[in-house]
């Protein structure tokens, strides 16, 4: 690979970075809400109804994107975008029910090492098929060298945590809401791609997740769970801006993954995930937020892992995507 050729992968890369700090705030912010309402399911619901507001200001105000929406319900018309592709939405919901319920217990950074776990892996598996807007990449020595060395630098920062006495689903529910991601992220490329808007590709995220979770909210009030208001403190106005960090993240990540692939993708999200952790944890620290030099030596070996599968050697030739 050309020198030139890096500078769009590294830009994107970059990008993709921020978009991963954008991610840990988001755990933050909605595992604290979760806390004030009284269930997960009510954090998931405000957050996306915040992030489907700002989209949707976004989207009325901006001409090229209402153009875009309007192509892109004529491609579904015409059967060229499948329709299961605009569920990318409900592994977002997912997402948040997975920071709401498991943060409290475990911290931002051990959701971070599990969410990215499962992201990493996902994007490994779904690299190797043809739901990538950028075409297959066929695995290699180097891209499953390099994802290796970031999950064994995960388990490395997780163990401590998981000998304290966390319950063995807590690491599993946000470990398979960030394999979902993965297919959340193919899916909002296609969708980008074929609308030529990031806009439009994030409200149909947020336009699904949020109609589930208002089903999901209705089954908990009729069932009897209480709804336990809105935060009152003048200090905790932040944690209700979870959608908008949720929309930082996937209008990113949908304009940079065609350029880096899934895989590539989790792996900058997930250093900049674990950087904005280990930020929020020396900054707003929580209970049991300890930043301690395992945190930071995982963070070197995530970082380790991501230059080895962005080695040009591992740039494994794409095949061309199937037209939709």
């Known amino acids: 690979m050309r020198s030139s050729s890096l500078v769009p992968v590294v830009t994107a890369g970059l990008v993709t970075i921020v978009a991963g700090a954008a991610m840990s705030l988001q755990g933050r912010a909605n595992g604290l809400l979760g806390q004030v309402l009284g269930h997960a399911v009510f954090a998931a619901l405000i957050s996306f109804l915040v992030g489907l507001l700002c989209v949707g200001i976004a989207l009325i105000v901006s001409t090229r994107s209402r153009a875009a929406s309007r192509r892109l319900f004529a491609l579904l018309r015409e059967r060229r975008l499948p329709w299961w592709m605009l569920l990318g939405g409900l592994s977002g919901g997912l997402v948040v029910i997975a920071q709401a319920t498991t943060i409290p217990l475990m911290g931002v950074a051990m959701f971070t090492m599990a969410f990215v776990s499962g992201q990493v892996t996902g994007g490994l598996i779904v690299d190797s098929t043809e739901l990538p807007p950028g075409g297959r990449q066929r695995l290699n020595a180097l891209r499953i060298i390099g994802v290796l060395i970031v999950l ?23 470990f398979v809401s960030g394999a979902l991601t993965s297919v959340q992220q193919a899916f909002n490329g296609h969708i980008r791609a074929a609308t030529e808007s990031a806009v439009v590709a994030t409200t149909v995220n947020f336009t699904v997740g949020f109609a589930a979770l208002i089903i999901g909210t209705a089954a908990l009030l009729v069932s009897g769970v209480p709804w336990q208001g809105f935060p009152t403190a003048p200090d905790q106005w932040w944690i209700l801006l979870g959608g908008a960090f949720g929309v ?77």
Do not use: K
């Not at 304290?164 to 689903?169: A, C, F, R, V």
């Open 248 to 324: 930082v993240f996937i209008a990113l990540t949908t304009v940079t993954v065609a350029r880096l692939g899934v895989l590539l993708l989790s792996l900058f999200a997930l250093f900049g995930n674990l950087v904005g952790a280990l930020a929020l944890d020396v900054l707003l620290p929580i209970p049991g937020s300890v930043v301690t030099a395992t945190t930071v030596l995982s963070a070197v070996g995530v970082l380790i892992g991501i230059v080895v599968t962005a080695m040009p050697s591992s740039g494994s030739p794409r095949e061309p995507a199937p037209r939709t």
């Open 152 to 174: 064994a630098s995960l388990a490395y920062a997780a163990g401590d945590r998981l000998q304290s006495g966390i319950p063995l689903w807590a690491p599993l529910l946000p």
